[in-house]
């Protein structure tokens, strides 16, 4: 135990002897890591968004402006009654208004309006959300007595989504070969660190090391390089979106509405700090087995 | 304890350094090997510790065909033998103390009980009063016996020593040849290559002299018959 505990702190040590060499790795590391957890965090928020927006898909039914009460009552018994239809909900031109005003900001421009422009609507809520449900759903309603128009209001959102599985396709491209740079500038780092403790490495092996014992603290430096590597990242990550955040404040402001970015979830914070040391410890992994199989002997 | 069958080295490159060698050194015995540079002393002895493998013939140790031991069995093998090499192979980045811990690190002895061993090797060999120092600091004198209690520490049943007093004054290698002896006492197997003659005149132990990689006394020693 006191052996581990003292390999550990050799480990440190020689960590902390050359320190700008140290640092500039885990800044490496740490950049070349931030870039796909970055996206992967914007993805998410876009992600985020795209729900709160669309959520389950809706049809909005816009009546003529000219259906009376009794019309809305008609179409709403139709329209629960429908077999594909889950739920409806109406919506009277007032309230839509008083809305519009509340969520916009621009109510200014509302309240100098003479009269209501908008119509009467329904918010139906289809019981499948299958694109192609969708899209026959809509086409039968905009054809019932009294309305005007029917808007299947996910259609973006559909498109959006397909947008965003682009993006996780390059974040997930991106992520795999910055994690092979990661191993690479891990395998490296270890390499040198080996050529300066050769004459350890080769008494240790003489007196009766194993492998294992001779891997170990290489192993724990690059695992530790990692972790630190992927602090690094995390601090670049949440530095960014601050910023990010305190810009898009004032944007907000401007458009009377609250939006700001999410930071990396504690659950995404983890597994990247994980991920980032287990790939170091790989990588002296990789570098280790390297120089112990030239020498073997023979 | 160790046993040479016909045992044959060549080098890569061609260097025949071990020619048909053939010999038994039985359990507490000290045992001499001589010759002159290059007669294959140190081949020898690396045999024995498996840092080189022989192309022909066996070599035993302890019962084990060291020339075909696997890889991951080599460690414990050399963890039963202590080892002093001709160049000292001393770490300079650590103190003399640190220097000795390591064989005991690396077997991952209890802590307490290795300072313990620790302290008891380098009193052997006199050096308990520059544990602090580095080893660069040490005469050469010193630096042999800092390497004699590194090989000791573990309390190995055999001691394998390449040329011990090597570059040592007579004054100093009959210091050295005093702490092998009392090894020798306590019933440990000991096997030295020297070229020093002066040494082997006031021993009566066996020698086994290499000429050109050949075996040239094939003596018995007490212990076989």
Known sequence: MRHALSQITGVLRRMFASRLAGFLSILVIGIALSLPAGMYVMLQNAQGLVAQLSGTPQISLFMHKDAKEEDADKLRKLLEQHPDIDRVEFVPRDQALEQIKKSTGLSDVIGSLQQNPLPDAFIVYPRHGEAQALDKLRNELAKLPKVELAQLDSAWAYKLQALLNFGRMVVFILASLLSLALIAITFNTIRLQILTQRDEIEVARLIGATNGFIRRPFLYFGAMQGLLGGIMAWLIISLSLLLLNWQLDALSQLYASQSSLHLLSPGDSLTLLLFSMYLGWLGAWLSVARHLSQNETH | ?225
């Open chain 2, 1 to 225: 304890m160790i046993r040479f069958n016909h045992v044959n080295k060549r080098y890569p490159g061609g260097y025949q350094a071990l020619k048909n060698v053939t010999f038994d050194i039985a359990k507490g015995e000290m045992v001499f090997v001589t010759g002159h540079s290059g007669a294959g002393k140190s081949t020898l002895l690396k045999l024995i510790a498996a840092i080189e493998r022989p192309n022909l013939g066996s070599v035993i140790v302890n019962n084990q065909n060291v020339g075909v031991l696997k890889e991951r069995a080599i460690p414990y093998l050399r963890r039963n033998l202590g080892i002093i090499f001709q160049d000292h192979k001393l770490l300079f980045d650590r103190n003399v103390y640190d220097n000795v811990m390591l064989p005991l690190q690396i077997c991952g002895f209890d802590y307490r009980e290795s300072h313990k061993r620790v302290r008891a090797a380098l009193d052997k060999v006199g050096l308990l009063n520059r544990e602090k120092s580095n080893p660069v600091a040490l005469s050469g004198g010193e630096q042999q016996r800092l390497c004699i209690a590194r090989a000791i520490v573990n309390r190995p049943t055999i001691l394998l020593a390449d040329e011990p007093t090597g570059n040592l004054d007579t004054e100093y290698a009959h210091e050295i040849m005093a702490i092998f002896k009392s090894f020798h006492q306590v019933g440990v197997t000991l096997l030295i290559s020297t070229h020093d003659e002066s040494i082997l005149q006031d021993t009566d132990e066996r020698v086994l002299a290499l000429k050109h990689g050949e075996l040239q006394t094939a003596s018995t020693g007490p212990g076989n018959t």
